[in-house]
C-alpha cells in the first residue's frame, strides 16, 4: 500500500514535530521551509509538562533534556525587588531550552531530505497530490490567509517586547511587575541567563537599548545589572500580536496549527507548547483514522484549549502591565500565591 503523504508549510517548531510525529507512523513527509537554515540565534523557551509528554512521545525529549535546564520554581517580585511571591512546580519542572536548540533536535531526527530549507511552499493548489496539507508558517502565515481571509490577520496588543540573553548563568527565575511593564529574568542552556520585557506602548515606540535602559531606569538591581551586559546586537524587538479567534483550524484537507492558528501573547510562555501539543495530536489522529476524521478530531480537540490558553495570556499580561490599580494587585497576587 502506498504511504501517505503530507505536505508541511513550514519548518518552525511545530511544522517540525507535526513531521516527526507523522514520519513515526509511516506518513511520507515534505516540509517546506523558505529560510536557508535553521535559527542561529535565540532567546530560550519553557516546555510545560504538556509539551514534554507530547516531544517523549515522538522519542526526543531525553535529548532535549540532556542540552536544557529545568526550573522547579520561580518568583514574582514588585519593581523595587519586593518578593510578591513564589511558586515551585514540583516534579513538573518546566524544561527552559533556547529555540535554536529545541529546532535542531527536532531536525535532526528527521530523515534526510524531509526538511527542505530554502525551498518556499507551492500554492496551495500545487500541493493537491497530498493526502493532507499542514500550515505551520507562523503568525504570518499565507496559509491561513488563504483558507480565511483578511479577517484573520493578526492585531496588536498594544505592547511592545524585547528579548535576550548575558553572559552567566541566573541563579533564579523571576519576573518583576511596574506599572506598564514587566521584566524576567531565567536560566537557559549554555550557562546562559535568558530576559525579556514587555512594555505597554504605542505603535511608534523606540525599540533601541537605550530607550529600553531609560523605561527601566530605577528597577531593582537584578533588572539593571542585566540591561548593562546586553549586547544590542543580539537584542530582539518586536510588536507582540495575536490572532483573531478561527472559526476552525481546518478547512478541506488544511490544517492549521501553532501560530498559524492561535498566535498568542508571550505571558504565560504556552505558544510553542500548544504549538508541539497541536503537531502531535494532529499527527496521531492522521495516523489512526482517515484523513476526514482525524483533521476532525484534531480541530475538536485542540481548537477549544488554545483559546482558552491564549485568551488567560492576554489577561495575564493586561495584569502585569497594569497601570493603575497596581497596590490591589499586588496585594491580592501575594495573598493567592501564598494560599497556593
Known sequence: MKAQSAAVIGGGIGGLTTANTLVRAGWHVTVYERSPGLPATGTALGLWLPARRALARIGVEQA???IGVEQRAGEIRRW????LGRAGSGRAAVLLISRPELTRVLAEALPPGVLRLGEPAPP???LAEHDVIIGADGIGSRTRAS???ERSAPRSLRMTAWRGWVPGEAATTSE????GALFGITPRDGGLTNWFAAVRTPAAADPSLEALRTRYRG???AVQDVLRRVDEESMLVHELLETPRLP???RGRVALLGDAAHAMSPNLGRGACEAIVDAVVLGEELARHPVPLALRRYDRRRRLPDTAIARASRVMGRVATATSGTGLRDAALGITMRLA
Open 124 to 126: 496551495l493548489a500545487d
Open 147 to 149: 483558507l480565511f481571509g
Open 64 to 66: 532535549l533534556a540532556a
Open 248 to 250: 476552525a483550524y481546518v
Open 219 to 221: 528597577w531593582h538591581p
Open 176 to 179: 518583576s511587575w511596574g506599572p
Open 80 to 83: 523595587d525587588g519586593t518578593v
